[in-house]
């Protein structure tokens, strides 16, 4: 097969969606790859070493999609990449359709394959590829949201640990799953003050179970998070409904109730954000201020942390691409049942069904595609 992996254009995205090591895997395997010169050197991949690996270094942006069977990414499409997918290519990467109609609207008119990584489940009914993504974005979260409380950015100038006779920062987590307890885990480790909120209380027992209590866990309600709202120096939305666009929390009204210069760090905001003053910001321009409330909403935290994203996300993904390579998108799809919910758009028509639901449109079972 012939695999294509682009150079990632959003702003300030340095990832890239196949490392050296899965190019050589790929290669072994007897498939083409083809890599966009530069595509890995913001992640610490030179080009030279995927010319070692046996891929080939193309310069033309517009050859690398135009002769690619599947083009591998890390973000979603821009419009200008969106132009130039067909219909009998098949493009893997991550896609959060629910909060982007036109991005979904353009996909479909390509025509072409659309899986995306952060649907596809696992055995324990996980998102194994969304995993890796949250983890980090979870743990980026408390470093960004205790950054922007510094004075200088607009913020409160609280320091989250407080010092000897000066109390901690407070923080509070909606949302105690992966994002969740990672931003949980890394304001516990700073010395603040953390409480998580969640509405399983399954999951809000495995939280308190391993942190000895030492975060307080709360069931997730209006009146919980009003509280929070009032008290919070630091809030991390790490609320997810599975390739859905997320609910809105906490409300503008609510921001009057907030301290003023406490920061809203939204983690959510690939599904649209889970507060209602949510806007995507870039890492040029991370941050702004509603209400005397500083809002953090960078749609690509992890892309800031390259190296690490890259080897995380690429270690989880390479089996998936392993088998659309091998097998191709409907044989690989077939086999597997949790593969099959990445299926997002296939040949005009949207098969997931929160995402058709979020816009009005038909949803066609994937199923009846692979069988």
Not at 91 to 104: D, G, I, K, N
Not at 230 to 245: F, H, K, Q, T, Y
Not at 333 to 343: E, I, Q, R, S, V
Request: charged share 20%; proline share 5%.
């Amino acid at each position: 097969m012939k695999i294509a992996v682009p150079k990632e254009i959003k702003n300030h995205e340095y990832r890239v969606a196949l490392t050296p090591s899965g190019a050589r895997e790929l290669v072994a395997r007897g498939h083409s790859v083809a890599v966009q010169a530069g595509a890995g050197e913001g992640a610490g991949f030179p080009d030279a070493s995927y010319e070692a690996a046996g891929a080939s270094l193309e310069a033309n942006v517009d050859a690398v999609w135009r002769d690619a069977e599947l083009i591998l990414k890390v973000k979603e499409p821009q419009a200008e990449e969106v132009a130039r997918l067909t219909r009998g290519q098949t493009l893997f990467t991550y896609l959060h359709l629910a909060a982007e109609e036109t991005l979904t609207r353009g996909l479909m008119a390509s025509g072409a394959t659309c899986i995306a990584y952060e649907t596809i489940t696992d055995h324990q009914g996980g998102l194994p590829l969304l995993a890796p993504m949250s983890t980090v974005a979870g743990r980026m979260a408390i470093q960004a949201g205790a950054h922007s409380l510094e004075k200088a950015q607009g913020g409160a100038g609280v320091l989250l640990p407080g010092v000897p006779g000066v109390a901690p920062g407070k923080v509070a987590v909606i949302g105690g799953g992966v994002v969740g307890e990672n931003a949980a885990r890394m304001a516990l480790g700073l010395g603040a003050e953390v409480s998580v909120l969640d509405k399983s209380i399954a999951r809000l027992e495995v939280l308190d179970d391993r942190y000895q209590g030492r975060m307080k866990t709360v069931f997730s309600t209006a009146d919980a998070i009003d509280e929070v709202v009032r008290e919070s120096d630091l809030i991390v939305g790490a609320v997810l409904i599975p390739g859905a666009a997320a609910p809105k929390l906490i409300t503008r009204a609510m921001l009057a109730d907030m301290k003023p210069g406490s920061v809203l760090v939204d983690v959510a905001i690939d599904q649209g954000g889970c507060f209602e003053t949510s806007r995507a910001t870039t890492h040029d321009d991370p941050t702004y201020i509603v209400d005397g409330i500083v809002h953090y909403c960078v749609a690509n935290m992890p892309g800031a942390v390259a190296q690490t994203s890259t080897l995380a996300l690429t270690n989880a993904t390479m089996p998936f691409v392993i088998a659309l390579a091998d097998k191709g998108w409907k044989q690989a799809l077939a086999d597997d049942a949790h593969f099959l919910p990445g299926l997002n758009v296939h040949d005009g028509q949207v098969t997931y069904r929160a995402v058709a639901e979020a816009f009005g449109l038909e949803s066609v079972d994937p199923t009846r595609l692979v069988s």
